[in-house]
């Protein structure tokens, strides 16, 4: 399966441009997760994708992020507030948000994520994702 990702921009992108970056993968990941299409969610990440969801168990790679996603019910939201990004390298990022998972029948989990965007092929495409549940 080729890259989906994100396109990625110029290397000499400004914070400005970090923040864009991470917005617009965090969108399409929210969109897909709304939209119930775990191999849409799983395109935005990397082949070798390290994923920590809710579940006991990490994983790797993109059968296990749809596998996560396909057992997530229909309607359910994520909203998410990032808090801080940071370049690593020209082709690294890294951000830290807020997420609140919302449910058709009101429940919320809110959750701290971390994420690791690597560009690839063109696409900025998440390497890493770890979710923490906020107690």
């Not at 390298?89 to 948000?97: E, F, I, K, Q």
């Not at 009101?106 to 994702?129: D, E, F, K, M």
């Amino acid at each position: 399966m080729e890259p989906s990702g994100i396109e990625a921009p110029e290397a000499n992108a400004s914070d400005t441009g970090t923040l864009g970056i991470v917005n617009a993968v965090f969108a399409a990941w929210a969109n897909g997760i709304r939209d119930h299409r775990p191999e849409e969610v799983a395109s935005l990440f990397t082949e070798d994708a390290i994923f920590q969801g809710l579940d006991r168990s990490h994983g790797i790679g993109r059968p296990v992020v749809t596998a996560y996603y396909e057992k997530q019910p229909a309607g359910l939201r994520a909203d998410y507030r990032i808090l801080e990004h940071r370049r690593l390298s020209v082709d690294v990022l890294v951000a830290y948000a807020d997420v609140d998972f919302s449910f058709l029948d009101g429940r919320v989990i809110p959750v701290h994520l971390t994420v690791v965007l690597q560009r690839a092929g063109g696409s900025w495409l998440i390497s890493h994702y770890h979710v923490s549940k906020i107690q």
